[in-house]
């Protein structure tokens, strides 16, 4: 891998690690590596869609527009430049369900009723995870040259209630 491309990568790498914006995330990037990524000078946003959170949006664009102008890229009016760079994010709720047990005590067990069974507590915990990708378009060919992508819990990690 020439001085160039190995440079790029890093810069795309270190573009894709810092929108991720959240602790605990899963990262991962990848490259078309026949791109010569030291011929993309000058980059536009392309489509954007992150859920209704302006907040998150404003800090994500900051960050990539942040990583892109020090690595030397110079940002153009939508819809011109070398590069094309795209957002999306999903965001979404999931119910977990825990059982615990509170110890030895009389009641249900497997064999019936008995003791050495205890007492079963069911809870809800409720976990809010998101997925982020950025994409990066050669705008003269209209490819993929650079994908990253960060998945993790977001926010407060859970919210619990009994059952």
Known sequence: MNLSLRRAVTALGTLGLATSLLLALQTSTEFNSKTDF???KTW????ADVPDNPVAEKRIRDSV?????????????????????????VV??????????????????WSGVGVGSGVGTTVQSRVRSGTL?????DAASKS????G?????????TRSRRI
Do not use: I
């Open 65 to 89: 527009e942040a990583q892109l102008a020090s690595k030397g890229w110079t940002k153009t009016e939508t819809g011109t430049g070398d590069a094309v760079v795209s957002v999306h994010g």
């Open 144 to 147: 993929l040259v650079w994908r």
């Open 44 to 47: 536009s946003w392309g489509q």
């Open 133 to 137: 990708v950025l994409d990066v378009f």
């Open 92 to 109: 979404k709720d999931t119910d977990n369900y825990d059982v615990l047990y509170s110890g030895w005590a009389p009641g249900w067990n």
């Open 38 to 40: 030291s011929k993309l």
């Open 149 to 157: 992508t960060a998945e993790g819990t977001l926010g407060p990690k």
